[in-house]
């Protein structure tokens, strides 16, 4: 069964920064649009500000959807998967927003 925390609980905190892949997921409001979802996960590209905030240095892709649909509805989650050692999942639910070059794009709960 599945915890859910208001804030990212500080034990979750190495095993997060450890991953060296994680999976940025947004979508439309439009019933018609798909889901998008994105692996990540260039190295010190992830960084926790704080137990409620997160960004992210998108390095990869085009990223125009994931822009457009945090620009639209501001939803975005990334989401966390061992691949070393016991299953462990960790999805960050939050809202986002592209900031420009020299910044990331921020998610907080």
């Known amino acids: 069964m599945g915890k859910f925390y208001e804030s990212i609980p500080?034990?979750?905190v190495p095993w997060i920064m450890k991953q060296e892949v994680?999976?940025?997921?947004?979508?439309?409001?439009?019933?018609?649009g798909h889901?998008?979802?994105s692996p990540k996960g260039?190295?010190?590209?992830?960084?926790i500000v704080?137990?409620?905030?997160?960004?992210?240095?998108d390095l990869t892709g085009s990223g125009v959807e994931t822009i457009s649909h945090l620009r639209e509805?501001?939803?975005?989650t990334?989401?966390?998967n061992a691949y070393d050692g016991p299953s462990r999942i960790c999805r960050l639910f939050g809202t986002g927003?592209?900031?420009p070059m020299g910044h990331s794009s921020t998610m907080s709960w």
């Not at 260039?42 to 960084?47: E, F, I, M, P, Q």
């Not at 704080?50 to 240095?57: A, G, N």
């Open 22 to 32: 994680f999976w940025v997921a947004t979508a439309p409001l439009n019933p018609e």
């Open 10 to 12: 500080p034990e979750l």
């Open 78 to 80: 990334l989401m966390f």
């Open 97 to 99: 927003r592209r900031l």
């Open 73 to 76: 509805n501001g939803r975005i």
């Open 50 to 57: 704080s137990p409620t905030k997160v960004w992210y240095q």
């Open 42 to 47: 260039v190295r010190d590209s992830l960084h």
């Open 35 to 37: 889901v998008n979802v």
